[in-house]
């Protein structure tokens, strides 16, 4: 007699933690594949990259009547911003210093608001997209028959969908740093009325060159982690509809966790625990 028959309850939990280890183990293996494939989809699969990154910027069907990620993407950080601009203002005019608002445009969206709000954004839209259309392939032995074409599967499908999301998230980005910026503005300016000079002139100030930058790699990061954890569920879905269904929320879950992790170490390696930031008048 076995020790597995023995001790049914004992096999069941640690088969569960080794499951588990051989899951992280699977994706790491994934996760090298695709980033070896990039070359790959730039070489030799680069109308499918075009593809891509035509349908992820502008979307398709009805998603591209309104302008597909780009409006959306620019939608929440609008209202992001309306919200710095709403409660930066009313908290610094308690302390007698609403004439600092401006640097809470320079400093909260640049760092905070917009890398976090695109990775919302580019996981809700571009990434879930990208595992529903994996995932349908899957169970409908599109990658199978792939694969048995000759075709390096991973590199076609998951590989190029990372670049194209790389690719579409430096100018999605820069539209949402811009509406950003305006939509704070606004709020500041024209609905609690302060003078567009001071505000102009204490976000210029507080504004660094070499944090909008850093956030533009803290983007590109969190976009490269994004499309990979979404490109993993979608490959491997399995179950049928629904099994795509369940791929795409736990792609999501996963995605979103990883971002404001990604956002948390980021900003720990370039700004370290001081920020980097001194006030003093």
Partial sequence: MTASTQYPRLRKTFGGVADQWNQVGRQTQFYAQTIKGLGDAFVKYQSELIRLIAQM????????II?????????????AGTLIAIQGYTQLQEVGVDALAGFTSAFLNVRLVAPLVS??????TIGAGATAQLGAMRISEEIDALEVMGIRSVAYLASTRVAAGVIVVIPLYCIAVLTAFLSTRIGDTFIYGQSTGVYDHYFNTFLNPYDLIYSFLQAISMAIVVMLVHTYYGFNASGGPAGVGEAVGRAVRTSLVAAVFVTLFVSLAIYGRSGGFNLSG
């Fill in 57 to 64: 910027s502008l979307g398709n069907g009805a998603l591209a």
């Fill in 67 to 79: 302008g597909g990620t780009i409006v959306i993407v620019g939608f929440l950080t609008f209202s």
């Fill in 119 to 124: 990775g919302i954004g580019l996981a809700a």
